[in-house]
């Protein structure tokens, strides 16, 4: 399975280098890992490292991987790359492969991600990763993309911004939910009066309305949200040599 995403962040390279390659740093912004330990290796060669993986919300297994990137490009882009695998019994996915570029620009820098996994678990893994997996794993990519732009355009730390992201979508859920209980009482109560007409028509129209918005307004600009990325690349892109040269290492 492939999955693509790409976002534009109007910040330094360096600095946005910095943070997605420090595990420390990362960690802040990036909701796929709740630990990442690298492993001690050759010096200026691939690193190997351990981590704990969020596959879904309330499942995280061990695995471990190798990475490597490229600083220093002829053409001013950077990439990274890394393969990783789980043995775990619980994990969907047995194995997965990775890349980040790195391409700046004269408002910033497009940084992009492309990966491949195989699932586990057959024909009933297919299914799963199709209705499941692959969603969440593409919406919390996306997600953290939006979560570190934030962090570097606007001065917004993760924690805050996903303070931001539980309160607007508990704001969200008040809203909706009061919309539709009032539409369900609606049809049990009788107006009367000389307003009852044009009550009648514009109490459900108002509550469909803020359900409308409740449910599909945009976010907040102080929100993450993965609406914000690309989901696939505007032109072709390709994976790095330097992926293919970590298949040695996996």
Do not use: N
Request: proline letters at 8%; one cysteine or more.
């Amino acid at each position: 399975m492939r999955l693509y995403r790409e976002t534009h962040i109007r910040a330094d390279l360096d600095e946005l280098w910095a943070h997605t390659q420090d595990p420390v740093t990362r960690l802040r912004w990036d909701l796929r890992f709740r630990s990442i330990q690298p492993l001690p290796g050759t010096a200026g060669g691939p690193r190997r490292f351990t981590c704990a993986w969020r596959v879904l919300p309330l499942l995280t297994v061990p695995a471990t991987g190798v990475a490597a990137g490229e600083r220093d490009r002829p053409d001013g882009t950077r990439v990274c790359a890394l393969r990783f695998s789980s043995h775990h019994p619980l994990s969907p996915i047995a194995e997965a492969s990775a890349y980040w570029r790195y391409v700046p620009d004269a408002q910033g820098v497009r940084l992009l991600t492309g990966y491949e996994y195989r699932p586990r678990g057959g024909a009933f893994g297919a299914v799963a990763d199709r209705v499941l997996l692959r969603p969440l794993t593409g919406w919390a990519t996306a997600w953290s993309f939006d979560r570190l732009r934030l962090w570097l355009e606007r001065g917004i730390t993760p924690e805050r911004s996903l303070l931001h992201w539980i309160l607007e979508l508990t704001v969200r859920a008040l809203v909706l939910t009061a919309c539709l209980t009032g539409l369900a009482l609606r049809s049990l109560l009788s107006l009367s009066g000389p307003f009852a007409d044009t009550m009648a028509y514009l109490c459900p129209l108002t509550l469909l309305i803020a359900g409308s918005l409740a449910l599909f307004k945009a976010p907040l600009a102080g929100t993450p949200a993965a609406r914000r990325c690309l989901r696939t690349p505007v032109t072709q892109a390709r994976a790095p040599r330097v992926l293919r040269r970590l298949e040695a290492y996996g």
